[in-house]
Nanobody
Framework: QVQLVESGGGLVEAGGSLRLSCVVS????????INWYRQSLGKQRELVAT???????NYADSVKGRFTISVDIQKNAAYLQMTGLTPEDTAVYYC????????????????WGQGTQVTVSS
């Protein structure tokens, strides 16, 4: 069973930085996209950053220039480097692997992490 384990969240002051990690419990040979979402209290989950299998990236306007998504397929891990954090970035952050394949002989699956809390104080 494929599981995604996130870490790196915490409490940080405004202007600070955090690096979120999302590690897959088994080897991944390829994927369609890897995404980071976030959900603030009382709000819908929103897409923050995406990287595709060609390493093309896309970001929500609210985080462009401050957040960087990356993937290390050899380590079965994805990352979200966050800088210039503001209180508006406070949320639970989730990683989501789309079309992740654990074997070339198996179809891809979609998997969510359990979420990690990021709190930015003013």
């Amino acid at each position: 069973q494929v599981q995604l384990v996130e870490s790196g969240g915490g409490l940080v002051e405004a202007g600070g930085s955090l690096r979120l990690s999302c590690v897959v419990s088994t080897d991944i040979v390829t994927f369609k996209t890897i995404n980071w979402y976030r959900q603030s209290l009382g709000k819908q989950r929103e897409l923050v950053a995406t990287v595709d299998d060609r390493r093309n990236t896309n970001y929500a306007d609210s985080v462009k220039g401050r957040f960087t998504i990356s993937v290390d397929i050899q380590k079965n891990a994805a990352y979200l480097q966050m800088t210039g954090l503001t209180p508006e970035d406070t949320a639970v952050y989730y990683c989501y692997f789309e079309g992740a394949r654990t074997s070339w002989r198996r179809p891809g699956g979609d998997y969510w992490g359990q979420g990690t809390q990021v709190t930015v104080s003013s």
